[in-house]
């Protein structure tokens, strides 16, 4: 009977979450090992069944801060436009997983992306815009390429950025035209990927990577900070070795969101800050991404690494590389 009850179980987050993975994700996975950090990403887990009490559907605070449909404005000089609500993989862990998916918020259709255009086109203090969702890749070129002239057209955003997994899952959507789609005059374009461990990074993600870098459009990576997946310094570093390799620069590692059922892929932030700490004594200063944290409730990023100065008496310290303190005095 054990077996029925964890197949009812893996219905249920099937029932309440989304569920996709990829032929190229799919291929990684070894069947062999049940720890394996690829499946732990993508296959559901009847633990997401388990909420716990801070565990919310809204974690960053998205909703608190939408002025219109699709857009997200909670910093002055920048905002999300989050134009499709699908992805091609969806992780186990991710915090806008009651928001996504095919049953999700939906795609925008056009008289609301007209207003969105309209809310970005009123705030002249927005400098950036960062397409999310959903994974915006997931569009056509024909429309990335509208969308990103519309925007590249106002005077005051400078830069598009596009946040997606689409070059490791399914790198093989990373055409030609879609890459010279999502660049224009008027706006520097920048592409964030987002990859946990280093077997995402394959011959044909780095190759999907390399299309994009040598057309001119720098790259930049987020990781999410997950248990069982690349919570030692090991894997974090070959990650984020390879990463620079590619020539993506690593960006942001994030403290895991509580998103609703994700309490096992959760570290605690102390082990997070011995990570970075370990990391940068291993590895080059191209190789470190800024540990930080969605504070919850939609109140920004809050940097989370050890601080390397430490005061004493009228002089300070700072911490080396090797995580000695050495003596350092500022000139009276």
Not at 29 to 57: C, K, Y
Not at 283 to 288: D, N, T
Request: proline share 7%.
């Amino acid at each position: 009977m054990k077996p029925a009850k964890a197949s009812t179980a893996l219905e249920d987050v099937a029932a309440r979450y989304a569920v996709a993975i990829t032929p190229a994700m799919d291929a990684l996975i070894d069947e062999s090992d049940p720890n394996d950090p690829i499946a732990a990403q993508f296959a559901p887990d009847a633990r997401e069944l388990e909420i716990s009490p801070d565990e919310v559907s809204d974690p960053i605070g998205d909703d608190a801060h939408t002025p219109v449909k699709g857009v997200v404005h909670r910093y002055p000089d920048r905002c999300l436009l989050k134009l499709v609500h699908v992805c091609p993989v969806y992780c186990r862990f991710c915090f806008r997983r009651e928001m996504t998916g095919p049953d999700g918020d939906g795609t925008l259709t056009g008289a609301e992306l007209e207003r969105a255009f309209a809310y970005i086109e009123s705030q002249p203090k927005i400098w950036e815009v960062i397409f999310s969702g959903g994974d915006p890749f997931l569009i056509s070129a024909r429309r990335a390429r509208e969308i990103t002239q519309r925007l590249a057209a106002i005077e005051h955003v400078k830069v598009l950025r596009w946040h997606t997994r689409v070059p490791a899952v399914d790198p093989l959507r990373v055409t030609p035209d879609l890459v010279d789609a999502i660049r224009a005059e008027g706006a520097a374009t920048y592409v964030a990927l987002h990859i946990n461990h280093p077997r995402e990074l394959t011959r044909e993600a780095k190759a999907a990577i390399a299309r994009l870098v040598d057309a001119g459009v720098p790259m930049l990576s987020q990781t999410v900070l997950l248990r069982g997946v690349n919570d030692d310094v090991e894997t974090l570093e070959a990650l984020m070795r390879g990463l620079v390799e590619a020539r993506v620069k690593p960006y942001y590692l994030h403290q895991m969101d509580k998103a609703p059922g994700t309490a096992h892929f959760r570290c605690s932030i102390a082990h997070g800050q011995t990570l970075v700490r370990q990391l940068h004594e291993r590895a080059s200063g191209l190789a470190q991404p800024a540990y930080v944290l969605d504070i919850p409730g939609g109140h920004g990023k809050a940097p989370l690494a050890e601080p390397s100065l430490r005061e004493t008496g009228d002089s300070f310290e700072v911490r080396d590389r090797n995580g000695n303190w050495r003596a350092y005095r500022e000139r009276e």
